[in-house]
């Protein structure tokens, strides 16, 4: 229990990806809700799916990323020791 060795994502790929991915989930839930407000359904609705758009794209960049060495025990990452 609570051994760091397994690394759980603790990387800057992982950290990119979720945090790309957060303000693509805060873009599509503040639009979600400006969609339900009147007069601007076809605003919201577009800037939904941009919100949903770019959390796809933060996964790809996660992954490509991981590719490039940034994911847990990649080339690029210095090993600390711990």
């Known amino acids: 229990m609570g051994d760091e060795t397994i690394g759980h994502g603790n990387s800057p790929a992982a950290w990119t990806c979720v945090l790309v991915m957060l303000a693509g989930a805060a873009v599509a839930s503040f639009a979600y809700i400006l ?15 941009a919100g949903i758009a ?3 794209v933060g996964l790809i ?7 490039l060495g940034y994911g847990v025990g990649g080339s690029k990452l210095k090993s600390h020791g711990h």
């Open 35 to 49: 969609a339900s407000t009147e007069g601007n359904h076809d605003l919201g609705t577009l800037l939904f799916w």
């Open 54 to 56: 770019v959390m796809f």
């Open 61 to 67: 960049i996660g992954g490509v990323m991981r590719k």
